[in-house]
């Protein structure tokens, strides 16, 4: 798992990088929240959620990789969905 260098933008409050995988798939990870605002530090997988960008669903707990322990994990943190459709539709408008 690699971070695209000097990449970092901004989704209202919510800035984020990017990261990719041995083949190629792209994850978002949340990065200097506001005080206060709390997030989990794993990486969302790009293509397993961009199709519930738009919807009214909640995504609620998204499964994410954690990179200190390197496996798949749920989060814990309630704001993580709702952070991560707004990236998603930053990112994918």
Known sequence: ?????????????????LWVDGNGEL???????????????L??????YAS??????????????DLS???SATSKNNNDGGFLKTVLCHLLP
């Open 27 to 41: 994850y978002v990870q949340f990065n200097n929240m506001n005080p206060g605002t709390c997030s989990s530090n």
């Open 52 to 65: 519930q960008r738009n919807s009214t669903a909640s995504i609620g707990l998204p499964d994410g990789f």
């Open 1 to 17: 798992m690699k971070q695209i260098p000097s990449f970092s933008a901004t989704a209202g409050n919510i800035q984020y990088l």
């Open 69 to 71: 322990n390197n496996c």
């Open 43 to 48: 990486l969302f997988s790009v293509s397993k």
